[in-house]
C-alpha cells in the first residue's frame, strides 16, 4: 500500500465518499496546486482546536458564546431548536428565522438507548422558563425521533406560558405529487392552509 | 468565516463535492475519531513528496522504476498505453492484463492546444523500436481524443512489427439497450462477435 493508496483508504472512510471517488480524490491533490493542499492540510489539523460548542446554544463557534446568541439585531424571545449544528447552518442559509437556536445533540430514540437525559433538553426547559421566552419553534426532522422529541418537550413544557410550534411538514416546493410519499401527502393534506 | 466554513469552502473545490456534501464532510471532521483526523492530515501532506512519476511508464509510484515495471511475472512483449496514471489503477483493479503500461499523460486535443509534442509519444514509440515489443493495447477512452491519439500512434508506428489493437466498445455489462446511445449502439454492432 503506497501513499496514494493509504490516502484513499482514510477517506473512503468519510460519509457518502466510495471507493472510487476517494480514488479520484487522491489523484486530484496529487496534481492540486501545492497552495490548495497546503491550506487543506493546515485547516483540517487547526479545525477541532478552533471548533468548540457554544456553552449556550450548542452551535459550533470559534468564539463563546457564539455570534449568534450575542447578536443584538436578534429577537431573544424565539428560540429555534434543532438536533444538531449542522442544521443551524442550513436555517440560517434560508434566511427566515432571526431569533436564536437550541441544538440539542440528538433526538430522543429509545431503540438506540438515547433518552431525554442524553440530550440538552433540560438546559433548554430552564432556558425557556428563566428567560420569558416567548416562542419555540421545533424544527427537528419529520421522523419518528423528531416527533418523539418534539412530543416530550411539549409535555415537559406544559404549563409553562410559551408558545410551541412545529415546522409544516408537506410537498416541498417545486415538488410533484406524482413522487411524493403517501406520509408527505397525507401531511400536507392535514396542514392545508386556507386562501 | 470561522475555520469550519474555511475547511467547507476548500472541500467544496474539490472535484465532484458540492457546497453540501463540503459542509457535511466538515462537520463530520469535527466529530471524527482524532486518530483518523490526524492520519487524514499526515497523509494528505506527504503525498506530495511520497509519490513520484514512475521513469518508465509514468505511472504514479512511491519507488522508482514502480512495481508494475519491474514485476518479473509480466509479459514485457506487452504494453497497454492509458490516458493517465489514474486509468492504471482501474485497469489493474479488473485483474484482466498482466503486460506493461505507458501513462501518455492526455490526449491529442487540438482545439485545446494539445499535440503529440505535449505528450510522452515519442518515448512509447522509442520504447517499442527499442524493446521489441510484441503488441500495443490502446486504452484510451472511446472519445474524439482518444480515437484522434490512437489514431495518430497507429499512423507514427506504420512499419514497425508490433501489433496494435484498441479496446472493445459497446454495451456495458449487465446495460440495457433502451439506455445505449445511439453511437455506443453503432459501435457494438460494428464489433460485434461471432458465437
Redesign the interface.
Known amino acids: 500500500m503506497?501513499?496514494?493508496d493509504?490516502?484513499t483508504a482514510?477517506?473512503a472512510?468519510?460519509?457518502?465518499?466510495g471507493k472510487k471517488?476517494a480514488?479520484?480524490?487522491?489523484?486530484?491533490?496529487?496534481d492540486a496546486d501545492?497552495a490548495?493542499?497546503a491550506?487543506?492540510?493546515h485547516?483540517?489539523?487547526?479545525?477541532?482546536d478552533?471548533?468548540h460548542q457554544c456553552s449556550l446554544c450548542g452551535n459550533?463557534?470559534?468564539t463563546d458564546p457564539c455570534p449568534i446568541c450575542t447578536d443584538p439585531d436578534r429577537d431573544r424571545s424565539l428560540i429555534c431548536v434543532v438536533e444538531?449544528?449542522?442544521d443551524v447552518?442550513i436555517i440560517e442559509e434560508a434566511r427566515e428565522f432571526r431569533g436564536l437556536f437550541f441544538v440539542l445533540g440528538g433526538l430522543i430514540a429509545p431503540l438506540e438507548g438515547i433518552g431525554p437525559g442524553d440530550l440538552g433538553i433540560n438546559r433548554l426547559i430552564d432556558r425557556v422558563r428563566g428567560e420569558g421566552i416567548r416562542e419555540l419553534i421545533l424544527a427537528m426532522n419529520p421522523t419518528v425521533e423528531g416527533d418523539t422529541t418534539a412530543l416530550y418537550l411539549q409535555k415537559m413544557l406544559t404549563g409553562v406560558p410559551v408558545e410551541i410550534s412545529r415546522l409544516a411538514s408537506g410537498l416541498p416546493v417545486g415538488g410533484d405529487l406524482e413522487y411524493t410519499d403517501r406520509l408527505t401527502l397525507s401531511r400536507s393534506f392535514r396542514g392545508r392552509v386556507k386562501l
Chains 1, 2 share one sequence.
Open positions: 503506497n501513499a496514494l493509504r490516502l482514510l477517506l472512510r468519510l460519509p457518502g465518499i471517488t480514488a479520484r480524490l487522491s489523484y486530484y491533490m496529487l501545492p490548495y493542499t491550506a487543506l492540510v485547516e483540517l489539523g487547526g479545525l477541532r478552533a471548533i459550533y463557534t470559534e444538531k449544528a449542522q447552518r
